[in-house]
């Protein structure tokens, strides 16, 4: 019976990654994928000058990461598409992930089910309203960001946490490995920025804990200075640039303070292990994790910085990972019942609330109604403008169509996204509603797709009654691509 109770979360956990990756057979469209795939689009064809990503404009790009720089090399090695190339992406993200939860959870417990228990706990875990962002790990969340640089980014974080955790034990920490810590910790922020945050936010929790001494801090601090270096010298973008740019940021992060118990209410259990830990150890690393991701996550919201509730993996990591290590936390083999039925339950809840994730392999069709009542509906793209339109055109077109549209190579006049290093990027905005507003003048009309350069239009069919359109090819939900008509 003990065999068979340690091997059940091995079991969950093996099914759970399986699911992943099927998921990313099919590679569900929701929110920025596009935007991924427009930035390899714009590397498969020029690796050292890509330009923007979503406009005709030579811009540099926080997206122009080292991972979004090996995938690119991919594509122009291999040929494959973007979406191939993304899902090849998608793989290595969650190997990556999931081998650095075992490496790391092996630094905090030597019991065998303890690092499934950690991986079961940061997927489901979570709270009875399925919540999706990149950098959160929810099951839900990761099915609908698996390509996206921030799984490969907390993969990575999790291999760092694991690597400095042996570093600070001081077991063959020479110089060479704080140097290459320095070195992955700039990766990562690199990769993806606000994941970086929460890796830093462990690795000081880290620091604290072990009380290095003057010999380690003297390293730590080389390794410090090699990463601001690195992150001082890429060649995209200028990183530090981002310190001073999240003032367009802060109202689409606004949402991350609201209806908190919803989306982590099971958290509380991991709360519950974390004070439990604290009662037997107050540098306990995982208390210290949480205590600075709460300091953050609440300063933002006091302040208005609501970008900063991006460091809420730096929150609920912490408490999950406790969580699970509450259960095994009485021996190497031993089982502290009452807490794995606690444990159990809320994953079990957990499990209930992101079941709609399933639809996402085996289509919603076949899904209960209360599984599909969660399920999230995927993009349908726009591969169909791509006989007409080719790489490298500009598209005029709202919003929604404009996250997506770059992905298959055009360009559109207002990017999809917030764009922190686009200097015009308002007046693009600005033009893209005038030219749509119901009462603009065709001379304004055609004065802005002129200004732009752009020669394709995309909308519903109310644009067929302006003149200068014509209608070329029709897509999913009323949409129609229009030819402008040069005079």
């Keep these: 019976m003990t065999a068979l109770r340690r091997a059940l979360p091995q079991a969950a956990a093996a099914l759970v990654l399986v699911l992943l990756f099927l998921v990313v057979v099919r590679l569900p469209w929701v929110g920025d994928l596009g935007m991924h795939a427009a930035t390899l689009q714009r590397l498969r064809h020029s690796l050292i000058d890509p330009g923007n990503p979503l406009v005709d404009a030579d811009t540099p790009s926080p997206y122009y990461s080292p991972w979004m720089l090996v995938l690119g090399c991919v594509a122009q090695v291999t ?34 089910a303890a690092p499934a228990l950690v991986l079961l706990c940061l997927v489901l875990l979570w709270g009875p309203v399925p919540f ?71 690795a ?23 990463g601001l270096v690195v992150l001082g010298i890429w060649p995209y973008y200028d990183f530090f640039a981002l310190l001073t740019a999240g003032t367009d940021l802060e109202a689409i ?32 690393p995982l208390v210290i994790f949480f205590a600075l991701g709460a300091v953050v996550f609440v300063a933002g919201g006091a302040s208005g910085h609501y970008s900063w509730g991006r460091v809420m993996p730096a929150v609920v990591i912490p408490a999950q990972i406790a969580a699970a290590l509450e259960t095994v936390s009485a021996g190497r083999r031993a089982v502290r019942t009452w807490w794995a039925c606690a444990l159990a339950v809320a994953l079990a809840a957990g499990a209930w609330a992101q079941a709609g994730t399933l639809g996402y392999v085996i289509g919603r069709e076949h899904l209960p109604d209360a599984m599909a009542a969660a399920y999230r509906t995927p993009w349908t793209g726009y591969g169909w403008i791509r006989p007409w339109v080719e790489y490298g055109e500009v598209v005029m077109a709202r919003t929604v169509p404009a996250r997506q549209i770059p992905a298959y190579g055009p360009y559109t006049v207002a990017p999809g996204y917030p764009d922190v290093f686009l200097p015009d990027a308002g007046h693009r905005e600005a033009a ?24 394709w239009v995309v909308d519903t069919g109310v644009g067929s009654a302006w003149p200068g359109l014509r209608a070329v ?9 229009y030819a402008v008509v040069r005079r």
């Design 432 to 455: 893209v509603r005038r030219y749509f507003a119901t009462g603009t003048g065709d001379g304004e009309r055609r004065r802005i797709v002129r200004e732009y350069g752009a020669n």
């Design 79 to 112: 040929g494959m598409s973007v979406f191939g190339v993304l899902r090849v992406g998608a793989v290595a993200g969650l190997v990556l992930l999931a081998t650095g939860v075992w490496r790391y959870v092996r630094t905090l417990s030597v019991h065998r």
């Design 473 to 481: 090819a029709r897509g999913p939900g009323g949409q129609v691509l």
């Design 204 to 226: 000081l929790a880290l620091v604290v804990a072990a009380r290095p001494g003057r010999r380690l801090l003297v390293r730590a601090g080389a390794g410090v200075v090699l």
């Design 253 to 284: 992060h606004r949402s991350l303070y609201r209806h908190l118990p919803g989306r982590y209410g099971l958290v509380l259990l991991g709360v519950v292990a974390l004070v439990l830990r604290w009662r037997r150890d107050h540098r306990d």
């Design 132 to 202: 999706n962002w990149s950098g959160f790990l929810a099951l839900n969340s990761l099915a609908l960001t698996v390509a996206y640089p921030s799984v490969f980014a907390l993969g990575l974080s999790f291999h760092f946490w694991a690597w400095l955790a042996r570093a600070l034990r001081g077991a063959g920490a020479g110089w060479g490995r704080w140097l290459g810590l320095g070195v992955l910790w700039a990766v990562i922020l690199l990769v993806h920025q606000f994941s970086g945050v929460v890796a830093t936010l462990g």
